[in-house]
């Protein structure tokens, strides 16, 4: 399985993006997107499952949302009232029998 991220890019604090997450086969069971800042862990933002069960990371409940459409294999994050905190390098993840990562989308919100 294949991630191709897309949807980054530079705001303003306040502002708003939508990434975008393509799987190029499967059907992964679980999507999520992570964030990594410069030295630091990927933590997680948001997942979801197939069957449409969400869980989101602290820092983002209540202004991102994790929506997927199964059928095009294509999962989205719809960011709202973006902090500079919020800044960093997005990853796609999937699992479809093992763990897929695509590759990040840099995120960077100005103050």
């Known amino acids: 399985v294949q991630l191709q991220a897309s949807g980054g890019g530079l705001v303003q604090a306040g502002g708003a993006l939508r990434l975008s997450c393509a799987a190029s086969s499967g059907i992964p069971g679980v999507m999520a997107w992570y964030r990594q800042t410069p030295g630091n862990q990927r933590d997680l933002v948001a997942r979801?499952?197939?069957?449409?069960?969400?869980t989101y990371g602290d820092s983002v409940l209540g202004r991102f949302a994790i929506s997927r459409h199964n059928a095009k294999n294509t999962m989205f994050l719809n960011m709202n009232d973006l902090k500079p905190e919020d800044t960093g390098r997005y990853f796609c993840?999937?699992?479809?029998?093992?763990?897929?990562w695509g590759q990040g989308t840099l995120v960077t919100v100005s103050s």
């Open positions: 993840y999937a699992w479809s029998a093992e763990d897929h």
């Open positions: 979801i499952t197939y069957g449409g069960v969400t």
